[in-house]
């Protein structure tokens, strides 16, 4: 949601004693020694009200910036430092001036940052927000890094251990669209013993910007373990899940992040997904619409270094034919466990659920789930399942999956059929009460035929087994998940569902940011499997303005709703129609299966797509991205 802040909102800050002397940021010199002498190192927390709850103090700030309301929140407690947001050429300031003990050998500067815009360019930034120590910039942001919550990023600060420095934020804002920059629980932390004594001179040079954040995506090899067990209806699952997890990245891990993207189903703090007693590590309180949780973990995880989060889970399945909901006797649970979210040199990944389309966006990960559950359900999930009996009445699917990027299941008194593809895929069809035995069986038939042409031309299926569970009472067509996936009756539907076992389940993308990335390349794959050329279809194609591009983020698709599907899918598939007559027939098979094999349980990106095939042709396809707005 886009948000204009307003003027008014200057005044109540000012009544209620938040206004301060405006200062000039970064006005302390980086060499300043602090008068400290060496020493052995004592952790020290350097900034003072980080979280801004005890007013300003000892901040000094533009009038209005420490606040507690207006539109914005709080990442912990109630108030935090708004910077601009006012939708007019606008300069905001926050400052403390800080003194870094001597004796320590580390020092790290956090800040949590949320940044709001209503500026809708994917490659200007005309407002921005600079932090800097001393004289040193640590980075600059932008409109073009708005998300929806919070996100963490973190410096590296030990060059100023042993100086007075101020820590300062400057917002600067254009005549144009507002942008918000949201500042909370600024800490700047020392640790580690130093080993030398300090300079009893100050640096003649200005310290050196920190390095650019790591880009390795964390945490990594997520394995998960998990056990449920269902009421009677299968409409209620309580018991446990774990998940064991490795840092990837050169950047200590001090945190996790949950995704409980089914919370979007329920109200807000009444949610339809409960964790509780959580062990491994501390938990805040619910954010981005209590869809995510931050787990604190007891020491912050070094490169290479791996641990273990655990928690009681309860899910109660709302009513409703839905990826996550139940149609009378027929419970659907997809996107139900939580799972791990990804931080990247973009810092943590916590957009928002959309019903547009997908917000999912995870790491391949290991998979072992048991769902105890009465015998007259059928419980068909992502994975190779075993059913096994449990108490009386009572049966113990055990389902493992290796490499996959989500775990859904259903349970249900389904119809059931089952084949194998000439490929050797084992398939099932599982059908809700009202499709009948001929409709089930001609599904089962094109989803054999099906996984074999998506083999065929990117790469053998891993998965084991493919299950397809049916219900024409499905509001949004079908819906992918590994090895699972949901359906109506439909040929064409259930090719593109099963297209997406490779576009976004074994090459993942980024599917809130980058939706294109599975919905256009599965369109294109399923044109092929039916047989399609997409011939002419580039040509039918109208933009709707010079902001809209295939490449755009289910941000701008959710404020342009009617024009997603055309756009995205439609002309996302006709543009690799286009590419494929550009470069040839051969070299855009050539491209497409090589690229899938080099991602391989992978995760793709626009940039990465567009190099790969440039360097399958001669041809400068320059030009060619421009006139098919592919941006990235």
Same mark, same amino acid.
């Given at each position: 949601?886009r948000?204009?802040?307003?003027?008014?909102?200057?005044?109540?800050?000012?009544?209620?004693?938040?206004?301060?002397?405006?200062a000039?940021?970064?006005?302390?010199?980086?060499?300043?020694?602090a008068?400290?002498?060496?020493?052995?190192?004592?952790?020290?927390?350097?900034?003072?009200?980080?979280?801004?709850?005890?007013?300003?103090?000892?901040?000094?700030?533009?009038? +209005?910036?420490?606040?507690?309301?207006?539109? %914005?929140?709080?990442?912990?407690?109630?108030?935090?430092?708004?910077?601009?947001?006012?939708?007019?050429?606008h300069? *905001?300031?926050?400052? %403390?001036?800080?003194?870094?003990?001597?004796? /320590?050998?580390?020092?790290?500067?956090?800040?949590?940052?949320?940044?709001?815009?209503?500026?809708?360019?994917?490659?200007?930034? $005309?407002?921005t927000?600079?932090?800097?120590?001393?004289?040193?910039?640590?980075?600059?942001?932008?409109?073009?890094?708005?998300?929806?919550?919070?996100? %963490?990023?973190?410096?590296?600060? =030990? !060059?100023?251990?042993?100086?007075?420095?101020?820590?300062?934020?400057?917002?600067?804002? *254009?005549?144009?669209? %507002?942008?918000?920059?949201?500042?909370?629980?600024?800490?700047?932390?020392?640790?580690?013993?130093?080993?030398?004594t300090?300079?009893?001179?100050?640096?003649?040079?200005?310290?050196?910007?920190?390095?650019?954040? *790591?880009?390795?995506?964390?945490?990594?090899?997520?394995?998960?373990?998990?056990?449920?067990?269902?009421?009677?209806?299968?409409?209620?699952?309580?018991?446990?899940?774990?998940?064991?997890?490795?840092?990837?990245?050169?950047?200590?891990?001090?945190?996790?992040?949950?995704?409980?993207?089914?919370? $979007?189903?329920?109200? /807000?703090?009444?949610t339809?997904?409960?964790?509780?007693?959580?062990?491994?590590?501390?938990? =805040?309180?619910?954010?981005?619409? /209590?869809?995510?949780?931050?787990?604190?973990?007891p020491?912050?995880?070094?490169?290479?270094?791996? +641990?273990t989060?655990?928690?009681?889970l309860?899910?109660?399945?709302?009513?409703?034919?839905?990826?996550?909901?139940?149609?009378?006797?027929?419970?659907?649970?997809?996107?139900?466990?939580?799972?791990?979210?990804?931080?990247?040199?973009?810092?943590?990944?916590?957009?928002?659920?959309?019903?547009?389309?997908?917000?999912?966006?995870?790491?391949?990960?290991?998979?072992?789930?048991?769902?105890?559950?009465?015998?007259?359900?059928?419980?068909?999930?992502?994975?190779?399942?075993?059913?096994?009996?449990?108490?009386?009445?009572?049966?113990?699917?055990?389902?493992?999956?290796?490499?996959?990027?989500?775990?859904?299941?259903?349970?249900?008194?389904?119809?059931?059929?089952?084949?194998?593809?000439?490929? +050797?895929?084992?398939?099932n069809?599982?059908?809700v009460?009202?499709?009948?035995?001929?409709?089930?069986?001609?599904?089962?038939?094109?989803?054999?035929?099906?996984?074999?042409?998506?083999?065929?031309r990117?790469?053998?299926?891993?998965?084991?087994?493919?299950?397809?569970?049916?219900?024409?009472?499905?509001?949004? +067509?079908?819906?992918?998940?590994?090895?699972?996936?949901?359906?109506?009756?439909?040929?064409?539907?259930?090719?593109?569902?099963?297209?997406?076992?490779?576009?976004?389940?074994?090459?993942?993308?980024?599917? $809130?940011?980058?939706?294109?990335?599975?919905?256009?390349?599965?369109?294109?794959?399923?044109?092929?499997?039916?047989?399609?050329?997409? !011939?002419? /279809?580039? =040509?039918?194609?109208?933009?709707? =303005?010079?902001?809209?591009?295939?490449?755009?983020?289910?941000?701008?698709?959710?404020?342009?709703?009617?024009?997603?599907?055309?756009?995205?899918?439609? $002309?996302?598939?006709?543009?690799?129609?286009?590419?494929?007559?550009?470069?040839?027939?051969?070299?855009?098979?050539?491209?497409?299966?090589?690229?899938?094999?080099?991602?391989?349980?992978?995760?793709?990106?626009?940039?990465?797509?567009?190099?790969?095939?440039?360097?399958?042709?001669?041809?400068?396809?320059?030009?060619?991205?421009?006139?098919?707005?592919?941006?990235?």
């Amino acid at each position: 949601m886009r948000r204009r802040r307003l003027l008014p909102l200057v005044a109540a800050a000012g009544a209620a004693g938040l206004v301060v002397t405006a200062a000039v940021a970064g006005v302390a010199q980086a060499g300043t020694r602090a008068a400290a002498p060496a020493t052995a190192c004592t952790p020290t927390q350097v900034v003072a009200n980080g979280g801004f709850e005890n007013g300003t103090s000892p901040w000094t700030s533009s009038s +209005g910036v420490i606040t507690s309301g207006g539109g %914005q929140s709080a990442h912990g407690g109630t108030r935090f430092a708004w910077l601009d947001g006012y939708g007019s050429a606008h300069t *905001d300031t926050l400052s %403390q001036a800080l003194a870094i003990p001597a004796g /320590c050998g580390t020092a790290t500067l956090t800040v949590w940052l949320h940044v709001d815009t209503a500026e809708t360019t994917a490659t200007t930034a $005309y407002d921005t927000l600079t932090a800097k120590l001393g004289g040193t910039t640590l980075a600059t942001y932008s409109n073009l890094d708005a998300g929806s919550g919070y996100v %963490q990023r973190t410096f590296d600060v =030990s !060059s100023f251990i042993g100086q007075n420095a101020s820590l300062s934020f400057t917002g600067t804002e *254009d005549s144009g669209l %507002q942008t918000s920059f949201v500042v909370d629980d600024v800490a700047l932390g020392t640790s580690g013993d130093g080993g030398t004594t300090p300079p009893t001179t100050p640096p003649t040079t200005p310290p050196t910007t920190p390095p650019a954040a *790591d880009s390795t995506r964390t945490p990594a090899s997520p394995a998960y373990t998990v056990n449920l067990s269902s009421d009677t209806a299968g409409t209620t699952w309580t018991g446990h899940e774990s998940v064991t997890f490795t840092n990837a990245s050169a950047a200590p891990l001090g945190d996790v992040y949950l995704r409980l993207w089914d919370n $979007y189903h329920g109200s /807000c703090p009444s949610t339809p997904i409960t964790v509780t007693n959580v062990t491994g590590g501390t938990p =805040s309180a619910l954010s981005v619409g /209590c869809t995510a949780l931050d787990v604190a973990l007891p020491t912050p995880l070094q490169q290479g270094q791996s +641990g273990t989060i655990g928690f009681d889970l309860r899910i109660v399945v709302p009513s409703g034919a839905d990826r996550f909901g139940h149609d009378g006797a027929f419970a659907f649970l997809g996107n139900a466990l939580p799972v791990l979210a990804i931080r990247d040199g973009s810092g943590w990944h916590l957009d928002p659920y959309t019903n547009n389309g997908e917000s999912f966006y995870s790491l391949a990960a290991d998979f072992h789930v048991t769902l105890d559950h009465p015998s007259n359900l059928l419980v068909p999930a992502t994975g190779t399942s075993v059913d096994t009996p449990g108490a009386a009445g009572r049966t113990v699917t055990t389902a493992t999956a290796a490499k996959v990027r989500d775990f859904a299941w259903a349970a249900g008194a389904f119809s059931k059929v089952s084949g194998t593809s000439p490929g +050797g895929v084992p398939v099932n069809v599982y059908a809700v009460s009202g499709i009948s035995a001929a409709s089930a069986q001609s599904m089962l038939s094109t989803a054999e035929s099906a996984i074999d042409a998506h083999a065929a031309r990117f790469g053998a299926y891993p998965y084991g087994e493919v299950d397809a569970v049916l219900d024409n009472n499905f509001w949004f +067509g079908g819906m992918e998940y590994p090895g699972f996936v949901l359906d109506l009756v439909s040929t064409n539907a259930l090719t593109h569902e099963l297209g997406h076992q490779w576009f976004y389940g074994i090459v993942g993308d980024d599917e $809130y940011n980058s939706p294109w990335l599975d919905e256009a390349f599965t369109d294109y794959a399923t044109d092929l499997a039916e047989g399609k050329t997409g !011939s002419g /279809c580039w =040509s039918s194609v109208s933009w709707q =303005s010079s902001a809209e591009k295939i490449t755009n983020s289910m941000a701008y698709w959710d404020a342009h709703s009617s024009r997603y599907s055309t756009v995205v899918y439609g $002309y996302g598939k006709c543009a690799l129609h286009d590419l494929r007559r550009l470069i040839g027939d051969s070299a855009m098979t050539t491209l497409l299966h090589d690229y899938a094999q080099s991602h391989w349980y992978g995760v793709s990106t626009t940039a990465e797509f567009k190099a790969a095939a440039q360097a399958a042709t001669s041809t400068d396809l320059t030009s060619f991205w421009t006139q098919h707005r592919i941006d990235g």
